[in-house]
């Protein structure tokens, strides 16, 4: 039978940020109080500092979101990646405004999806600084279904996107997207090159 050891240790943070000294009293009650398991006492948070869901970087989260429910149809995966109280800011250019939350994103896929089931979303250009990350994004799809009120015409499409998102706590809190629509409205033959 394996033992099980048991190790030790006293971690302090260095950092110049007014709340260190909460937190290494936090790690110190943690040590005390939970036997060295690596779980802080609530009031970290006070001091802004809030633990990772993950390693995954706000890069990488929006990465995923965008393959998942864009691009592999993985609507369930909504909640994974936006919060619960998440903020569209999208201009509604002939479909209802996007409803707020995971459902919101899952009804605006929903609708996207009955009109170009193959739709999909590459990643061009990914940029982040702190909690907000910036994406030119590439759209592609085959109008097969109706879509805004328009007819399928069978025609594919290419566009430009470039959304701006805010990350709270590992998820997408808030999104500020603006499509290329006049691109899109006419390659579905809905408007006239000029």
Known sequence: ????????TTRTWKTSRPCAQS????????????????????PHRDCGI????????????VRAACKAIWSEHDLDKADQYY?????PHYPSVGMAPVAPGP???????????????????TVEDLVADGDRVAARLTL???????FGGAPATGK???FTDVTFVRIENGK????????????????LGAMERG
Do not use: C
């Open 1 to 8: 039978m394996a033992q099980r050891l048991e190790k030790k």
């Open 172 to 187: 997408i809190a808030e999104l500020w997207g603006l499509s290329d629509h006049l691109t899109l409205l006419t390659q």
């Open 50 to 61: 809030r633990p990772r869901r993950s390693d995954m970087t706000n890069e990488d989260l």
């Open 23 to 42: 937190v290494n009293i936090a790690l110190r009650r943690r040590n005390e109080l939970s036997g060295g398991r690596d779980r802080l006492p609530r």
């Open 103 to 121: 459902e919101g994103v899952k009804e605006l896929a929903r609708s996207i999806l009955e009109g170009f089931p193959d739709y999909h979303e």
């Open 83 to 87: 919060a619960a109280d998440f903020v």
């Open 140 to 146: 592609r799809g085959t109008h097969t279904g109706p």
């Open 156 to 158: 594919s499409v290419e």
